[in-house]
């Protein structure tokens, strides 16, 4: 065989092998057959919440679940309605919460329904309600340089959700800069370098985690302040797996 040839072969293997490992299963193989999944999104407009709540909404219907969707915190406090709840999928920006609602939430959550999120969506909603951010497990702090491009490495190679992926660059989007609940298991990771703020080179940051709070699993991703974040394989593997992992790891049934 042709040396160019072969070299070419052998890059094109080495490529194809990369291109799956990114994709994994882009939530091919999920079902969510009967779950009833509430979609809740609204805040700052600048997130495109209803762009998100659209194409998630839809990913889900197409793989089973009931799903509602609400511009509205009120919906939280329809007892009877979250009571029937497998997850709660919420986009919502900064804005604030009645008290009533954020209860709504919170025990709806502890009774052992699933909360997912990406971005700030639920790392940065809320920001005066600490029972809120004690759920989630981390509130956004800043973003250094705006919208650039980063790496995020898997951390976790062991878990459903980032099982076959590889570390990967995600292009043009917020880094989020994070407290974090030390009782998080992160999964996926980010190292901040001197570019735009020195003091914090060589910081790393949970990019992706899960963890219970009480009886309900928690999922969330920092990425997601453009939808086409989620055109990336990698980024949209981990946020379906964790809407999976999320709808049927309840601690005990309800």
């Not at 839809?58 to 497998?86: C, F, I, P, R």
């Not at 909360?115 to 700030?120: A, M």
């Not at 735009?196 to 219970?212: A, E, F, L, T």
Request: net charge negative; with cysteine; glycine share 10%.
């Amino acid at each position: 065989m042709n040396p160019l040839k072969s070299i070419s072969l052998t890059l094109l293997v080495i490529l194809g092998c990369y291109v799956l490992a990114q994709s994994g299963d882009t939530g091919d193989s999920i079902s969510l057959a009967n779950k009833n999944i509430l979609v809740v999104w609204g805040g700052w407009d600048g997130h495109q919440p209803d762009v998100f709540a659209k194409k998630i909404s839809e990913w889900a219907s197409s793989k089973g679940a009931h799903v509602t969707v609400s511009d509205s915190l009120e919906v939280y406090t329809n007892s009877e309605l979250m009571k029937k709840q497998d997850l709660i999928i919420q986009y919502w920006t900064m804005g604030t919460i009645t008290a009533e609602q954020s209860k709504g939430l919170i025990e709806t959550i502890k009774s052992g329904t699933g909360l997912v999120g990406c971005h700030g969506g639920i790392g940065d909603s809320f920001r005066n309600n600490t029972d809120y951010q004690y759920m989630v497990g981390g509130q956004w702090v800043t973003h250094p340089g705006g919208k650039i491009d980063y790496t995020v490495q898997i951390s976790n190679t062991g878990d459903p959700v980032t099982e076959g992926l590889q570390d990967f660059e995600i292009k043009n989007t917020e880094q989020y800069y994070m407290h974090v609940d030390p009782n998080v298991r992160v999964l996926a990771m980010t190292t901040f370098n001197a570019d735009h703020d020195n003091w914090i080179n060589g910081n790393s940051m949970p990019v992706v985690w899960k963890r219970y709070h009480d009886k309900g699993p928690v999922f969330y991703i920092s990425i997601g302040h453009n939808p086409e974040d989620f055109d990336h394989p990698a980024v949209w593997t981990m946020l379906t797996r964790g809407i999976d992992w999320a709808s049927n790891s309840q601690i005990e049934n309800k």
